[in-house]
């Protein structure tokens, strides 16, 4: 019933993070979540061939949790905070040292005790795992939008000698 409580909460706060998010920071950071999201799947994988993340139950259960968490306030939390930092790494690393700390610590530490999953690591080398995808997201994103504005740049080049 806990669980199943916990997984409907998610799922409804990430909903409503939705929707108050304005549409064109969707947009803008829906390739760098697509990419964090891809990375922490495979981060997920990698925990539970190892044994080191385990949910109770069947493996349905293990699929479900981990879809719950990803896909939920995982991906629209990297939304959020590309948005509220809007391309500024000092207020971006803050966000995240305060968010990743209260999530490697605290709730981590809730989802054990109420059984939502075991992870076998330490929060600390959580804490660490976490902090460095934040980092590595924030790299795809720069790199992503110099991308983006020289392909915007080459293009505009094109149309005007057309």
């Given at each position: 019933?806990?669980?199943?409580?916990?997984?409907?909460?998610?799922?409804?706060?990430?909903?409503?993070?939705?929707f108050?998010?304005?549409?064109?920071?969707?947009t803008?950071?829906?390739?760098?979540?697509?990419?964090?999201?891809?990375?922490?799947?495979?981060?997920?994988?990698?925990?539970?061939?190892?044994?080191l993340?385990?949910?109770k139950?069947?493996?349905?259960?293990?699929?479900?949790?981990?879809?719950?968490?990803?896909?939920?306030?995982?991906?629209?939390?990297?939304?959020?905070?590309?948005?509220?930092?809007?391309?500024r790494?000092?207020?971006?690393?803050?966000?995240?040292?305060?968010?990743?700390?209260?999530?490697?610590?605290?709730?981590?530490?809730?989802?054990?005790?109420?059984?939502?999953?075991?992870?076998?690591?330490?929060?600390?080398?959580?804490?660490?795992?976490?902090?460095?995808?934040?980092?590595?997201n924030?790299?795809?994103?720069?790199?992503?939008?110099?991308?983006?504005?020289?392909?915007?740049?080459?293009?505009?080049?094109?149309?005007?000698?057309?």
């Amino acid at each position: 019933m806990i669980k199943n409580s916990i997984r409907v909460f998610l799922l409804l706060s990430s909903i409503v993070a939705a929707f108050i998010l304005p549409k064109k920071s969707f947009t803008k950071y829906l390739p760098v979540t697509l990419f964090s999201s891809s990375v922490l799947l495979a981060e997920m994988f990698y925990l539970t061939i190892h044994k080191l993340w385990k949910a109770k139950g069947s493996p349905g259960v293990m699929i479900c949790n981990t879809f719950v968490l990803v896909l939920g306030p995982y991906f629209f939390a990297n939304l959020w905070v590309f948005h509220l930092s809007k391309g500024r790494f000092l207020l971006y690393s803050f966000i995240n040292i305060i968010a990743d700390l209260i999530y490697a610590f605290p709730i981590i530490s809730l989802f054990k005790k109420v059984g939502f999953f075991k992870l076998k690591i330490k929060s600390s080398v959580f804490f660490l795992i976490i902090i460095s995808n934040a980092f590595l997201n924030y790299i795809f994103q720069t790199f992503y939008e110099k991308l983006n504005a020289k392909f915007k740049t080459d293009n505009s080049q094109y149309e005007l000698q057309e």
